[in-house]
């Protein structure tokens, strides 16, 4: 049976109800998770406000600030997990930014600051936390993060996000090597297209969905509920064996060739 009770589990990247890391939240608090919950601060805190109202019938033991730019703020955020919970069992890497102009158009016109903006906070940021989770992951534990198709084929408008995934995916095989000795498990989820905050920056998202819903073996897409199920998977003893992996979780959309 999937059980998650008296684990402690950091998810980030909840924005709106339309949000993946919401389905997950969700999933993971119905397995029976004691969950934690980052928001991304801005200066007039709407964020803040928007996302602890959402997460409030969760019942969260933490909500706390999390931009991954913000250094300081990352060590502040697990020095309060370490002095409140000890430690940590799961950790939801589901976030991700690159400039809207970015997002359409040909993929050689991105800038130096694009670029580099987009691999940090898409990728680099996945390292940079689990580095900070993984002293206090003193039971073993579970990294997930959330990736896409982009990364390994070239979709239309995905572009520099493209390069973000790929890096994240391969972020996924190190890192998974370096910690599966201290029983931490590392995957990856390549979601099918959904309509959330980030992806509608994405130009063509309608386009890719109903491409999705027309080729995939289950001719839709997939839910942000579907997703927090197999995030929940990985995140329990049922997947104790796996590490390292990137899990499809998109219609089997990945397996058709024509
Ligand atoms: N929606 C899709 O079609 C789809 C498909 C596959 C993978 N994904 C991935 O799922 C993840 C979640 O995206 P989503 O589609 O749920 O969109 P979303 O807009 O709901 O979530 C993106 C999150 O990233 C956060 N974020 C952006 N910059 C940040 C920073 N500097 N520090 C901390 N957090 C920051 C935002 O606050 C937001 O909560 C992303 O990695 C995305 O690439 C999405």
């Known amino acids: 049976m999937l059980n998650l009770n008296g684990k402690n589990a950091l ?4 924005a709106n109800n339309r949000s993946i890391a919401w389905g997950i939240a969700q999933q993971l608090h119905e397995a029976g998770a004691n969950l934690g919950v980052t928001y991304l601060p801005d200066d007039k805190g709407r964020f803040e ?5 959402l997460v409030d019938p969760l019942n969260p ?7 991954v730019q913000n250094d300081a703020q990352i060590e502040e955020l697990f020095t309060t997990i370490r002095d409140q919970w000890g430690r940590i069992d799961i950790l939801i890497h589901c976030l991700a930014f690159a ?3 970015e997002l359409s158009g040909d993929f050689s016109n991105v800038s130096r600051a694009g670029f580099t903006r987009a691999l940090d906070i898409s990728a680099y940021s996945l390292v940079q936390l689990s580095a900070a989770a993984k002293p206090l992951m003193t039971q073993g534990g579970s990294i997930v993060t959330l990736t896409y198709l982009g990364g390994v084929r070239v979709i239309p408008n995905y572009n520099v996000m493209g390069i973000a995934k790929a890096a994240l995916e391969m972020n996924v095989r190190y890192l998974a090597a370096e910690l599966g000795p201290s029983g931490i498990r590392v995957n990856g989820i390549s979601a099918g297209p959904i309509r959330t905050l980030a992806s509608s920056a994405v130009g063509g998202i309608l386009e890719m969905i109903h491409h999705v819903e027309e080729i995939a073996p289950l001719k839709r897409t997939v839910t942000q509920t579907e997703v927090g199920n197999a995030a929940a998977f990985l995140c329990s003893d049922l997947s104790s064996g796996i590490t390292g992996q990137i899990l499809y979780v998109d219609s089997g959309y990945c397996i058709m060739g024509m």
């Open 11 to 14: 998810v980030t990247g909840i």
């Open 99 to 101: 400039g809207k102009e």
């Open 61 to 67: 033991s933490l909500f706390l600030p999390c931009d």
């Open 49 to 53: 406000k928007k996302v602890k109202e």
